[in-house]
């Protein structure tokens, strides 16, 4: 098709309306589709290759804008990472940097593509699907989405009960998005609570990263929707898992900590184990999943350690809840960091001290980028006032010698030495009443000038 193209072989008048220009452009659509990375690739590249050579006498780029530019700008979110740049790049040269005010012109198409692959076979796309909902939630115009709010909050919230968390991750991300930009017209659309049930749901989910997209949606809608009675109740929400922590068995389990994308979390098999059933006969993609649609209303069927495997779908622990509230606070930081009280900043530093647990340092851990996240959202004066009952935290952090807690106190403690000045922060520390947190923390200071 490549070549039909570079030879100007698309200039007929096609068959019945449709001229031969559209129908490549059809048929590049096609293979943008496809669920093979390879064959995605090559569309692409075929596709870039459409937009470089100049259009046949009569027609223009913008007229295959509706058909091939929905599918691109998916694409930019999808699983395999050369897909993914490959289209980010293309999408640049193509629109100029035009991309939004394109985009609005055929938001019609653009939208109900989204939608439609949201319910793709495929959980990749389907998560691909949500990321670009989040992103026109908040980077279209209001009054162009308006219209078509009830349709993306549908899609999404069918993608919220997905059996693949990063789809579910995602749906999150985009409802927060949506939500907070539009809080009277979801609650006009029948969704009183805003969410709510939701949001907390995933707030408290067994993966880390979902909890932390639910975390960041809330803290976005409390921002957007201003109202006191929510606030009141995810506050008090917040500060019941907190409270909890202290029933956590010492026999703690959870995932350590997973991080968001594609491929984030494998779990290789061998053996008799690696040619179960479950990985045989099973419809294949080339992002490796095994799995075919969201299966509503029973369990996967893919093999252990997918991220549809209903093994992620386990009851989460007490501290993975407190991590939750915990992440919740990071977030208020950032988005609405006023609703930040010191009564809940009260509850993460008890529940921070509890070690009888072998998961604890990977809550303190939440909590030491929790304090940074305080520490560049708060007014200055707001964060100081809370600095000596927040510095044991970090301390307890560095504390357990475990590397992923030890890098986010250093990184926390950066961050404040940035903030609030490197001499002021040497001097809360020097004259902490707490005298045994003073040596561990000047020893992972910042050295003086790295700020």
């Given at each position: 098709?490549?070549?039909?193209?570079?030879?100007?072989?698309?200039?007929?008048?096609?068959?019945?309306?449709?001229?031969?220009?559209?129908?490549?452009?059809?048929?590049?659509?096609?293979g943008?589709?496809?669920?093979?990375?390879?064959?995605?690739?090559?569309?692409?590249?075929?596709?870039?290759?459409?937009?470089?050579?100049?259009?046949?006498?009569?027609?223009?780029?913008?007229?295959?804008?509706?058909?091939?530019?929905?599918?691109?700008?998916?694409?930019?979110?999808?699983?395999?990472?050369?897909?993914?740049?490959?289209?980010?790049?293309?999408?640049?040269?193509?629109?100029?940097?035009?991309?939004?005010?394109?985009?609005?012109?055929?938001?019609?198409?653009?939208?109900?593509?989204?939608?439609?692959?949201?319910?793709?076979?495929?959980?990749?796309?389907?998560?691909?699907?949500?990321?670009?909902?989040?992103e026109?939630?908040?980077?279209?115009?209001?009054?162009?989405?308006?219209?078509?709010?009830?349709?993306?909050?549908?899609?999404?919230?069918?993608?919220?009960?997905?059996?693949s968390?990063?789809?579910?991750?995602?749906?999150?991300?985009g409802?927060?998005?949506?939500?907070?930009?539009?809080?009277?017209?979801?609650?006009?659309?029948?969704?009183?609570?805003?969410?709510?049930?939701?949001?907390?749901?995933n707030?408290?989910?067994?993966?880390?990263?979902?909890?932390?997209?639910?975390?960041?949606?809330?803290?976005?809608?409390?921002?957007?929707?201003?109202?006191?009675?929510?606030?009141?109740?995810?506050?008090?929400?917040?500060?019941?898992?907190?409270?909890?922590?202290?029933?956590?068995?010492?026999?703690?389990?959870?995932?350590?900590?997973?991080?968001?994308?594609?491929?984030?979390?494998?779990?290789?098999?061998?053996?008799?184990?690696?040619?179960?059933?479950?990985?045989t006969?099973?419809?294949?993609?080339?992002?490796?999943s095994?799995?075919?649609?969201?299966?509503?209303?029973?369990?996967?069927?893919?093999?252990?350690?997918?991220?549809?495997?209903?093994?992620?779908?386990?009851?989460?622990?007490?501290?993975?809840?407190a991590?939750?509230?915990?992440?919740?606070?990071?977030?208020?930081?950032?988005?609405?960091?006023?609703?930040?009280?010191?009564?809940?900043?009260?509850?993460?530093?008890?529940?921070?001290?509890?070690?009888?647990?072998?998961?604890?340092?990977?809550?303190?851990?939440?909590?030491?980028?929790?304090?940074?996240?305080?520490?560049?959202?708060?007014?200055?004066?707001?964060?100081?006032?809370?600095?000596?009952?927040?510095?044991?935290?970090?301390?307890?952090?560095?504390?357990?010698?475990?590397?992923?807690?030890?890098?986010?106190?250093?990184?926390?403690?950066?961050?404040?030495?940035?903030?609030?000045?490197?001499?002021?922060?040497?001097?809360?520390?020097?004259?902490?009443?707490?005298?045994?947190?003073?040596?561990?923390?000047?020893?992972?200071?910042?050295p003086?000038?790295?700020?």
């Amino acid at each position: 098709m490549g070549t039909i193209i570079q030879n100007q072989g698309c200039e007929g008048s096609g068959e019945g309306n449709i001229s031969d220009y559209i129908r490549v452009a059809q048929q590049l659509r096609t293979g943008l589709d496809d669920n093979w990375s390879r064959v995605r690739m090559a569309a692409l590249k075929t596709t870039r290759l459409l937009f470089q050579v100049p259009p046949p006498l009569g027609q223009s780029h913008e007229s295959v804008y509706p058909i091939l530019l929905p599918p691109l700008c998916l694409s930019r979110y999808y699983v395999a990472e050369g897909v993914k740049v490959y289209s980010q790049q293309t999408w640049c040269e193509v629109t100029g940097g035009r991309g939004r005010e394109i985009l609005t012109r055929i938001l019609e198409p653009t939208l109900e593509y989204f939608v439609e692959e949201s319910r793709s076979e495929n959980h990749a796309v389907r998560e691909a699907a949500c990321a670009c909902m989040a992103e026109v939630g908040i980077k279209l115009p209001r009054g162009d989405l308006r219209p078509h709010l009830n349709r993306l909050l549908g899609a999404l919230t069918v993608c919220f009960k997905d059996q693949s968390w990063p789809v579910r991750d995602a749906a999150c991300i985009g409802l927060g998005n949506l939500v907070s930009v539009f809080p009277t017209e979801t609650r006009a659309a029948g969704y009183a609570d805003l969410m709510a049930e939701r949001f907390l749901h995933n707030l408290v989910d067994c993966i880390p990263s979902v909890r932390e997209g639910a975390a960041a949606s809330i803290a976005k809608v409390l921002q957007g929707a201003n109202d006191s009675e929510l606030e009141k109740m995810y506050l008090d929400f917040a500060e019941k898992q907190l409270d909890g922590i202290v029933d956590q068995p010492a026999d703690s389990k959870g995932a350590a900590s997973m991080s968001r994308g594609p491929g984030a979390n494998v779990v290789v098999r061998s053996g008799n184990e690696a040619h179960d059933e479950k990985h045989t006969n099973q419809v294949m993609y080339s992002c490796g999943s095994l799995a075919t649609r969201a299966n509503k209303g029973k369990y996967s069927t893919c093999g252990g350690g997918c991220c549809m495997d209903d093994t992620f779908q386990r009851p989460s622990q007490l501290w993975e809840r407190a991590d939750g509230a915990i992440r919740l606070i990071g977030e208020m930081g950032i988005y609405a960091p006023q609703k930040v009280t010191d009564r809940l900043l009260e509850k993460m530093v008890n529940a921070a001290s509890l070690t009888h647990y072998p998961h604890h340092p990977y809550l303190l851990e939440t909590a030491c980028y929790t304090i940074k996240a305080l520490c560049e959202g708060q007014q200055k004066s707001d964060f100081k006032r809370n600095l000596d009952f927040l510095l044991p935290v970090i301390a307890w952090a560095v504390s357990t010698n475990q590397p992923l807690a030890v890098a986010a106190a250093e990184e926390c403690l950066a961050t404040l030495s940035q903030v609030l000045g490197p001499s002021v922060l040497r001097s809360r520390i020097e004259g902490h009443l707490e005298s045994t947190i003073v040596p561990r923390l000047l020893n992972f200071l910042p050295p003086s000038g790295s700020h």
